[in-house]
């Protein structure tokens, strides 16, 4: 069963009174309990994409088109009051920065009962009670005593910690975690995996994991999306992305990863840089930085295609 | 290191927090000693027999009848042109000042951060609410606050909730540009985003999320704000536009004495020195506490 479907999402930024296609045509869908990733470098749309998914895109942002089907309902298309009752309870996210995700001025405990007392009219002890249970499960010791710790008295992995239990605290259907681990050095980012991946067994959790580390993805993940400025590239299981990559930008990532590289072996990277969301290329965008492009990558923008069950690619190229 | 910490290194700051604590405790002291039927310290006793006498002399217990009497026999700080006592009513005055700097700023400063508020968290998305509520600011700030709220005293009624009124409405102004600029600041903070994704109301995030951490420096402006409400009363009661008499306030006083400046100096320089120390500690305390309260002087 698809929990979200998100179909032709075009999102386009307002600059000097003309509009600048910032997503383009994003599709793709989670299934129930399943782990879905989206992979792609820094600003090519990963976070744009999890934000329009909870309608909190920055102001300036415009949902030009498509659909966001969460369960049934079109989430572009249900009043701002709804969609209240569904951030945090049905859907939530956890984002980037740790260090700055939570209200300075406020205890541990009281923003993790906020978040609760929103969605659920429970008594006060229970509350309480489900704070200790949240922090405990996410792994942060003595938890009775950091419920009245301020956020500058935890460490980033503990806020990330504690930014999960806020996340999960009304058992939502589908979790949207943006880079949770980018801010964390990697003996934390491995804890903070693991974390995912019993509290989705324990919970029964649809999760969308939002990174640009191919090794989580390969760790964490069913099906993949390979984003590549504002664009899905190619999309498949985590065995046809990592085995089997088609679009030209999938192979030069999986090429560029850091893996038993020889000495005086240089580091494979692709040439040249991401384009700005804000300054897209024309046809493919991936054309300038491709080693193949020919004629019609650069005039004509190509279609997904799909090569096998569920392995899509958007090539001109693609052979067949 | 603590805001308490902080502000307890700085000497002059903890001089102006125990002048305010000694402040306090007087007006506190003569609401309750001025008031009732029978006050202790009766502000409104007219003993015409001994008018202008200087501080701490002796009543002279032959011509007044008993009830006139002034407790302890002296008047510490003398009497008035109709034998009043002026330490009632520098007790009774007090109260006056310090109501009318609290509630006044009370005032202020509600306005200030509901205006700052709006302007500062929907000015983004609706830039004309933004140019309103800036360009009103500007406007209200052109007017010399002293005189705008002269003018208005001119046309009510002058009574002590008015004047609290007409100052709180008048002086907003610093009060709602701080809390715009901080709301501006705040609104892109990630935790602001973090608590929308958990589903929290607009009017939650507001007043319980970036409130709170906008209450420093509107904290320091209301400090300040006190002292120049203090002031601004004693200014409109001196030029005869303040509380009305018999009540007495220390801008009253002050005004009353002027014309005996040579014959009974203390009945303007007691109001006068007080009104200058209360004003003074609001404003080395506000100081203080706006050293104690910036983040960049801790480690």
């Given at each position: 069963m698809r929990i979200l479907e998100v179909k032709d999402l075009r999102l386009g930024f307002i600059q000097d009174g003309r509009i600048v296609l910032a997503l383009d045509d994003i599709s793709f869908f989670v299934k129930k309990a399943e782990t879905v990733c989206i992979v792609g470098e820094s600003g090519c749309g990963k976070t744009l994409t999890s934000l329009s998914i909870i309608r909190l895109t920055p102001p300036s942002a415009k949902i030009l088109g498509g659909k966001v089907i969460f369960e049934g309902r079109n989430l572009l298309k249900i009043p701002e009051k709804e969609m209240r009752e569904i951030r945090g309870k049905e859907i939530s996210i956890i984002f980037q920065e740790p260090f700055t995700s939570l209200n300075p001025v406020f205890t541990i405990g009281d923003q993790l009962k906020e978040a609760i007392y929103i969605h659920e009219k429970i008594s006060e002890e229970e509350v309480e009670k489900r704070c200790i249970d949240l922090l405990k499960l996410v792994g942060i010791p003595s938890a009775e005593l950091r419920m009245k710790s301020y956020p500058h008295q935890l460490s980033g992995g503990q806020r990330q910690r504690v930014m999960i239990a806020m996340a999960i605290c009304c058992r939502p259907k589908l979790l949207i975690a943006d880079e949770p681990t980018t801010a964390l050095d990697v003996t934390v980012q491995a804890q903070i995996i693991e974390l995912f991946r019993r509290l989705k067994q324990e919970y029964d959790l649809s999760l969308l994991y939002v990174t640009h580390d191919l090794?989580?993805?390969?760790h964490i993940a069913d099906r993949v999306y390979v984003m590549y400025s504002g664009m899905i590239v190619e999309e498949g299981d985590v065995f046809q992305i990592f085995y089997n990559p088609k679009h030209p930008y999938t192979r030069g990532l999986l090429e560029s990863i850091p893996y038993k590289v020889k000495r005086k072996e240089r580091l494979k990277s692709i040439p040249g840089f991401t384009p700005d969301l804000l300054n897209r290329p024309s046809g493919c965008p991936f054309h300038p930085r491709c080693r193949s492009s020919s004629d019609i990558c650069f005039k004509e923008k190509p279609?997904?295609?799909?090569?096998?069950?569920?392995?899509?690619?958007?090539?001109?190229?693609?052979?067949? | 290191m603590s805001t308490w910490q902080l502000l307890k290194k700085n000497r002059l700051a903890i001089l102006g927090l125990v002048f305010l604590l000694f402040f306090f405790l007087f007006a506190i002291f003569g609401l309750i000693v001025t008031s009732g039927k029978n006050p202790i310290f009766n502000p409104y006793t007219i003993r015409l027999q001994e008018k202008l006498k200087p501080p701490f002399s002796k009543a002279n217990k032959e011509v007044l009848s008993p009830d006139q009497i002034p407790p302890f026999g002296i008047y510490i700080f003398g009497t008035d042109d109709l034998g009043r006592d002026v330490f009632s009513r520098m007790l009774q005055g007090a109260w006056v000042s310090l109501t009318v700097g609290f509630v006044s700023v009370g005032i202020s400063t509600a306005i200030g951060i509901i205006i700052g508020g709006i302007a500062g968290y929907y000015g983004k998305e609706h830039p004309f609410v933004d140019i309103l509520i800036t360009g009103m600011i500007d406007i209200m700030l052109c007017f010399p606050s002293f005189f705008l709220v002269l003018t208005v005293m001119a046309f009510v009624p002058g009574s002590i909730y008015t004047i609290m009124a007409v100052i709180g409405l008048t002086n907003w102004m610093g009060t709602a540009r701080f809390v715009r600029a901080e709301f501006l600041s705040l609104r892109e903070q990630d935790f602001i985003l973090a608590a929308k994704a958990l589903g929290l109301s607009e009017f939650r995030i507001i007043f319980r999320h970036m409130l709170p951490n906008a209450m420093a420096p509107v904290l320091v402006s209301a400090t300040l704000g006190i002292?120049?409400?203090?002031?601004?009363?004693?200014?409109?009661?001196?030029?005869?536009?303040?509380?009305?008499p018999p009540y007495a306030t220390w801008g009253g006083i002050l005004s009353d004495g002027r014309r005996y400046l040579f014959d009974a100096p203390w009945l303007t320089f007691i109001p006068g020195i007080a009104i200058l120390f209360v004003v003074l500690s609001f404003n080395l305390f506000g100081e203080g506490l706006r050293d104690a309260l910036n983040p960049r002087l801790r480690e």
């Open positions: 090794s989580v993805v390969a279609e997904m295609r799909y090569v096998e069950n569920g392995h899509g690619v958007r090539c001109h190229l693609l052979e067949g | 002292a120049s409400a203090i002031l601004i009363e004693a200014g409109l009661s001196f030029l005869g536009f303040g509380v009305p």
